[in-house]
């Protein structure tokens, strides 16, 4: 009688068997990814009453024998479903007209069809439905006028036809007859092209909210009178208003109130100092508005405070010390603001609710918490929060919600937590969480979300309790996880020391070796060469400084044409008279032999790699421009291939640190070791400081000790300074900095950085919210040209910024001082990765709304 797969991330096509299912009541097939048509067998569910197929990629028309649209003549007629209560289909791409025989559906009580694509005009017949409630068809593109007769409706509640950035045209005036909808709760006719008068709505005595906005109201009517309606609104005491402005001085005046409630506004401007004198202030909600400024330290005077809400703002600056002094306070929200430094709250065994979620405080979660017996939510998300989980979190025994994701947290998950037997929802995802999944989750009794994705736990995923649950626990991005319940897709637990394949990058590189008058044998992909020095003199023109493409620390790179089959390649020669010079060669062909094995001889001179017809990264994050450049001519390089630059730099890490027999640790990962390929494929070169870790452990000791070489000022890792030895970590910290560079468009040595500020830190104390503000310019400006609808520009601004901050905190997780705390390089390529997918669906969406 009932199907709810609901939320369950379902797609493909909706089978043509549901109409088999004669007797169901209700379908539910919402928030998943169905596509294509939806089948017409639908129309066979005669007991149907509850449809909802809404936020999937449904496409088409609804058939016909369904309930309203327009198909490809299907002979049915409508009215089958005579049973239908509600209908929704919001946000789907459904096209076509509403049919007149919708009125025949006698039993239908709510139409949710927002955000498609509907077109023609809304049929009279709807006057018909008088069990109707709601109709809400927002979003599309729907014409000509809004039919008398559905205001005749007495049971109608919701009128919901607002176009929000679709510009629809309702060309008509008013309707008069609005008045006679006396059940009316929410009218909403905003972005349409009404015009005239508006009607009195003295009768409509539950409205609780009316938007007329982007309409041609009150523009000059013969009367001069359009607008009197407001005065209509009197009788509506269940209306809804938004106040505007700054708070006023004047309600330090109200000394007995005990109550302030003006959340959810369009208040602006900093909280007056004056406020403090409200001293026998209990609750002080304050959220959802445009305040600015600090939290004015004048509110320690509130010595009854039992509710703060700050949230959803613009404060700035620290959590005042006075809040650790609030005896009675109970809830505490200061959530999505621009807060930073530590983590501050009343330590009195009465609180119950601390949300500290979207700020960028720093630091880590201080042991006290474990004075608040009686917490039961702890929300601290999207913070740069970092250490590990304290062990007197424990004593919170009564901690039903605990959200920490999105942070820098680290460290294994403490047996102290084993203490939360209450607890119904844990996330820690994106973190840094390493070690092994404790049993204890498993006897969890009332855990009905577990989220610890995008760590670094590994081995035995449990498969009691909440892990039984597939939709329920999340553990993807933690690569070296195995076992658990067939469905989690993981790898098989053969043994606790084994380790899960990963993505080999294939790096371009051609191989060439030679002595003075003696043949070169090149590797290349397809085959082998022999080239002569000889032929590498004519390539390159005798080295000329036409061919020069750049010049390092022990020699030059110079780009040449191999006469014989017209192959481009570049030439790496060394200064032998330079100290370290031939070392750091061996280094390169020890480090190149094993990425691919090549017979390499000892008295080698020059090597050779293909050409890399795009040059360096370098050269596109800091473009030197001639003066025969302008604007438009400049090296630039677009959001996506940087994102896509950045996947082949982890992958290209991943193998070298991970893939080959033994590990080869770059030791100087820069832009200008980055070099791009006539495909825009990012490829990692220059391996004159590369370390290789041998397999035994004196080997180990023996090749990393001598660390002379260490990288370059900016991006080597800052341990190195101290003379630890190279590391796979090391490495990535260097990948982070590359990172953050990529998209800020600043160099690690940019004078912008002074005083003990560094490029990491930088980042951390503009994130979350003025992420945008840090970002390249050239790629807040790329395809403003071609915005399409409005909607289609705020949907893609809101998209980029969501994963610049993606990258953000990836680069930061690469580049924390602490070694052990850097994100693995093979997370980092996932995490990009999903990055990526991101942007791909949202430039298709863009697409298919554009079109």
């Known amino acids: ?79 089958s479903l005579l049973h239908l209560q509600s209908v929704r289909f919001i946000s789907n791409q459904i096209t076509g007209s509403i049919l007149s025989s919708i009125g025949n559906l006698s039993s239908l009580e ?155 506004n369009l208040l602006s401007g900093p909280i007056p100092s004056d406020l403090g004198n409200l001293s026998n202030l209990a609750l002080v909600v304050l959220s ?52 930073c430094g530590p983590i501050i709250f009343a330590k009195t065994t009465n609180f119950f609710y601390l949300n500290l979620s979207r700020n960028h405080l720093s630091g880590v979660i201080p042991i ?49 937590i084993s203490s939360l037997r209450s607890i119904e929802e844990l996330d820690l995802s994106n973190n840094n969480f390493y070690g092994e999944i404790p049993k204890f989750l498993e006897v969890f009794q009332f855990l009905t979300k577990l989220n610890l994705s995008y760590n670094q736990l590994e081995d035995w995923l449990p498969t009691q309790g909440v892990f039984r649950n597939v939709s329920a626990t999340f553990v993807i991005g933690n690569e070296k996880l195995c076992g658990g319940m067939p469905e989690f897709g993981l790898p098989k637990c053969i043994s606790r020391n084994s380790k899960s394949g990963g993505v080999v990058h294939k790096l371009k590189l051609t191989i060439a070796i030679q002595k003075r008058n003696e043949p070169i044998s090149s590797g290349s992909d397809v085959s082998l060469l022999n080239l002569s020095y000889g032929t590498l003199l004519k ?56 990425i691919k094995p090549r017979n390499i001889l000892k008295m080698s001179l020059a090597l050779v790699y293909e050409f890399m017809v795009n040059g360096s990264l370098e050269e596109w994050l800091h473009p030197n421009p001639t003066p025969n450049d302008v604007d438009g001519h400049l ?28 590990p080869i640790i770059h030791c100087d ?13 990012g490829d990692i070169g220059d391996f004159g400081l590369a370390k290789i870790i ?43 900095i590359l990172l953050l560079e990529m998209f800020i468009g600043l160099r690690p040595t940019s004078d912008t950085f002074r005083d003990n500020l560094n490029l990491h830190n930088y980042v951390v104390e503009s994130l979350p919210q003025q992420a945008m503000e840090i970002t390249d310019p050239v790629l807040l400006h790329e395809e403003e040209g071609h915005n399409g609808f409005r909607y289609s520009l705020h949907e893609r601004n809101r998209i980029y910024q969501d994963c610049l901050e993606m990258v953000y905190r990836i680069g930061l997780a690469c580049s924390v001082e602490e070694p052990r705390r850097r994100m693995s390089i093979d997370k980092v390529a996932t995490q990009l990765h999903l990055i990526r997918q991101k942007l791909f669906a949202a430039s298709f969406l863009g697409r298919m709304r554009y079109e």
């Open 110 to 264: 709510e139409i949710y069809c927002t955000e498609n694509g509907l077109d023609g005009i809304i049929p009279k017949s709807l006057g018909r439905l008088t069990k109707l409630k709601a109709l809400s068809l927002g979003i599309n593109g729907l014409s000509g006028t809004i039919p008398p007769s559905l205001f005749n409706l007495s049971s109608l509640v919701i009128i919901d036809v607002v176009l929000n950035l679709f510009i629809n045209q309702f060309n008509r005036s008013t309707p008069l007859l609005i008045s006679n909808a006396t059940n009316l709760e929410m009218l909403q006719l905003g972005f349409n092209e009404l015009y005239g008068k508006v009607p009195s709505l003295a009768n409509l005595h539950n409205l609780q909210t009316v938007t007329l906005f982007y309409n041609y109201l009150g523009s000059g009517g013969s009367d001069g009178d359009d607008l009197s309606f407001l005065c209509s609104l009197t009788n509506a005491t269940n209306l809804r208003n938004m106040i505007s402005g700054e708070i006023p001085r004047e309600i330090q005046n109200l000394v007995n109130l005990q109550r302030l409630d003006m959340g959810d």
């Open 368 to 416: 006290e918490i474990g004075n608040l017996k009686h917490l039961a939510i702890l929300d601290v998300l999207g913070n740069i929060l970092n250490g590990e989980i304290p062990s007197s979190l424990g004593n919170c025994d009564g901690l039903t919600i605990l959200r920490m994701q999105d942070n820098l947290f680290h460290g294994s998950i403490p047996q102290p």
């Open 669 to 681: 990962l820069k832009p200008s070791n980055v070099l791009l390929d006539y495909d825009m494929v």
């Open 635 to 662: 090296k630039k390089l677009s959001l996506i291939q940087k994102i896509n630059i950045s996947i082949d730099v982890a992958l290209a890490l991943d193998y070298l640190h991970n893939q080959c027999k033994s």
């Open 1 to 79: 009688m009932a199907l709810d797969l609901n939320s369950q991330g379902l797609l493909g096509p909706i089978s043509s068997h549901i109409g088999n299912l004669s007797f169901l009541r209700e379908l539910r097939l919402q928030n998943n990814n169905f596509g294509l048509e939806i089948p017409s067998q639908i129309g066979q569910l005669l007991w149907l009453q509850i449809l909802d197929l809404s936020n999937n990629s449904l496409t088409s028309k609804i058939p016909k024998n369904i309930w309203l649209l327009e198909p490809c003549r299907i002979p049915v007629e409508l009215g």
């Open 288 to 339: 959802g508005n445009n305040l600015f400024g600090i939290i004015p330290s004048s509110l320690q005077n509130f010595q009854s405070l039992i509710i703060l809400y700050l949230s959803k703002n613009n404060f700035k600056g620290r959590i005042p010390s006075y809040l650790e002094k609030y005896q009675s306070l109970a809830y505490l929200d200061l959530s999505s603001n621009n807060l």
């Open 694 to 736: 041998q397999e035994s452990v004196s080997e180990t000791r023996a090749s990393m000790s001598s660390a002379d070489l260490r990288g370059t000022i900016g991006y080597a890792a800052p341990e190195y300074v101290k003379g630890s030895k190279v590391s796979r970590e090391g490495d990535v910290y260097s990948c982070g």
């Open 539 to 594: 390539a390159t023109n005798v080295f000329s400084s036409t061919n020069l493409i750049g010049i390092g620390s022990f020699g030059s790179v110079s780009k040449g044409l191999l006469q014989e089959n017209g192959n481009v390649i570049e030439v790496k020669v060394l200064n032998l008279i330079g100290h370290g010079a031939l070392k750091s060669f061996k280094v390169e062909c020890e480090a190149l032999k094993r």
